[in-house]
T-cell receptor, first 114, second 113 residues
Framework: ETGVTQTPRHLVMGMTNKKSLKCEQH?????MYWYKQSAKKPLELMFV???????ENNSVPSRFSPECPNSSHLFLHLHTLQPEDSALYLC?????????????FGPGTRLTVT | TQLLEQSPQFLSIQEGENLTVYCNSS?????LQWYRQEPGEGPVLLVT?????EVKKLKRLTFQFGDARKDSSLHITAAQPGDTGLYLC?????????????FGQGTTLQVKP
């Protein structure tokens, strides 16, 4: 595998379910990010991890819980979601979280909450 | 309040035509990036501009960063159907150890054969 991979690519879950999204980067980067992409809205940054430490939580509801066990892996644990949480969830990585760092995105997980 | 305004939001043109997409803000950016996203995929980085007035070319794509680092443009010459996709500009407003990238809402480009 190369670049940034995400699993699953599609997920349908009920509001009472618990599920997790997984992201893995094979680029040797030290920073990882979760974004939410909804129709007709700009990409919204959710969380930033730099060297496994969370450096940004963009006022994300607690029903989204990130986990970064090492610089290559990032998870997003989901529980008691709402239908408005349906969106494309994108993971990205960069060399480090800095002012000119270029971010590389995975293909995303298309989440539908029923 | 939208920090980065992209225009137009949707563009449908014929193969061979030229087009320009704009990305404007009232804020100053330390760097600005352009991405292209195809359906079902994540955004792919096309270019990063850092210096005010900078111009970068990528084959038929020309990117410009405004002198005041508040705006940018993407010009495509002789568009091809393979250029179809969602074009996103994104910027970082200040040197930051969080790397918070602000995205525009995107320009959907459709190039018809």
């Amino acid at each position: 595998e190369t670049g940034v991979t995400q699993t699953p690519r599609h997920l349908v879950m009920g509001m009472t379910n618990k599920k997790s999204l997984k992201c893995e980067q094979h680029l040797g980067h030290n920073a990882m990010y979760w974004y939410k992409q909804s129709a007709k809205k700009p990409l919204e940054l959710m969380f930033v991890y730099n060297f496994k430490e969370q450096t940004e939580n963009n006022s994300v509801p607690s029903r989204f819980s990130p986990e970064c066990p090492n610089s290559s892996h990032l998870f997003l644990h989901l529980h008691t979601l709402q239908p408005e949480d349906s969106a494309l969830y994108l993971c990205a990585s960069s060399h480090r979280a800095g002012h000119t760092d270029e971010q590389y995105f995975g293909p995303g997980t298309r989440l539908t909450v029923t | 309040t939208q920090l980065l305004e992209q225009s137009p939001q949707f563009l449908s043109i014929q193969e061979g035509e030229n087009l320009t997409v704009y990305c404007n803000s009232s804020s100053v950016f330390s760097s600005l990036q352009w991405y292209r996203q195809e359906p079902g995929e994540g955004p792919v980085l096309l270019v990063t501009v850092v210096t005010g007035g900078e111009v970068k070319k990528l084959k038929r794509l020309t990117f410009q960063f405004g002198d005041a680092r508040k705006d940018s443009s993407l010009h495509i010459t002789a568009a091809q159907p393979g250029d179809t996709g969602l074009y996103l500009c994104a910027g970082i407003t200040r040197p930051s150890n969080t790397g918070k990238l602000i995205f525009g809402q995107g320009t959907t480009l459709q190039v018809k054969p």
